[in-house]
Antibody
Framework: QVQLVESGGGVVQPGGSLRLSCAAS????????MHWVRQAPGKGLEWVAF????????YYADSVKGRFTISRDNSKNTLYLQMNSLRAEDTAVYYC????????????WGQGTMVTVSS | QSALTQPRSVSGSPGQSVTISCTGT?????????VSWYQQHPGKAPKLMIY???KRPSGVPDRFSGSKSGNTASLTISGLQAEDEADYYC??????????FGGGTKLTVL
């Protein structure tokens, strides 16, 4: 069964850091690009970052560029999001999502992990 | 990139059809055939309903269909059912390996 399970969310102070993980199972993780998408409370979806299947290229939304880093460990079937210099506006549920490709859709989503940035 | 424009809400009675629009620009919706649609029930993760403008993943009922004309994409749900009540989001590739979502539309089944 294809599954993505996020972890690592929590409460962090402004300016702090957090690392999210996304464990994949049920598909050949190393063959697919992966994304992070977030959703602020009561708001819509926002694309955050994309990493190619082999980790060779990474892309970010302007809102997180220079602060967030997406990475993956294909030997552990795990996707990561390192979040630094966190701001109140980063408060959201963070979802990892499998890329259908080539430039299209996100076909499998995790259940999400909540990140709250607050003093 | 600016979010794609969707109506905040739409409604319909069981058995009827509804259409949700998603308006972007020539830099996103109008420039690529990579529009997708997601259904999200409260407290749940989004679910892919349509990809590449009009393709349906396996398991999605054929009551759901997608189309595009110029800078506007549309999701049509025919034969409305109670379980279709949810939030719907469109998404488009926006070039340079970036993606943009719509603001979301709340579908109410009367």
């Amino acid at each position: 069964q294809v599954q993505l399970v996020e972890s690592g969310g929590g409460v962090v102070q402004p300016g702090g850091s957090l690392r999210l993980s996304c464990a994949a199972s049920g598909f050949t993780f190393s063959s697919y690009g992966m994304h992070w998408v977030r959703q602020a409370p009561g708001k819509g979806l926002e694309w955050v970052a994309f990493i190619r299947y082999d980790g060779s290229n990474k892309y970010y939304a302007d809102s997180v560029k220079g602060r967030f880093t997406i990475s993956r460990d294909n030997s552990k079937n795990t996707l990561y999001l390192q979040m630094n210099s966190l701001r109140a506006e980063d408060t959201a549920v963070y979802y990892c999502a499998k890329f259908l490709g080539p430039l299209g859709a996100f076909d499998i989503w995790g259940q999400g992990t909540m990140v709250t940035v607050s003093s | 990139q600016s979010a794609l424009t969707q109506p905040r809400s739409v409604s319909g009675s069981p058995g009827q059809s509804v259409t949700i629009s998603c308006t972007g620009t020539s830099s996103d919706v109008g420039g690529y055939n990579y529009v997708s649609w997601y259904q999200q029930h409260p407290g749940k993760a989004p679910k892919l309903m349509i990809y590449d403008v009009s393709k349906r993943p396996s398991g999605v009922p054929d009551r759901f269909s997608g189309s595009k004309s110029g800078n506007t994409a549309s999701l049509t749900i025919s034969g409305l059912q109670a379980e279709d009540e949810a939030d719907y989001y469109c998404c488009s590739y926006a070039g340079s390996y970036s993606w943009v979502f719509g603001g979301g539309t709340k579908l109410t089944v009367l």
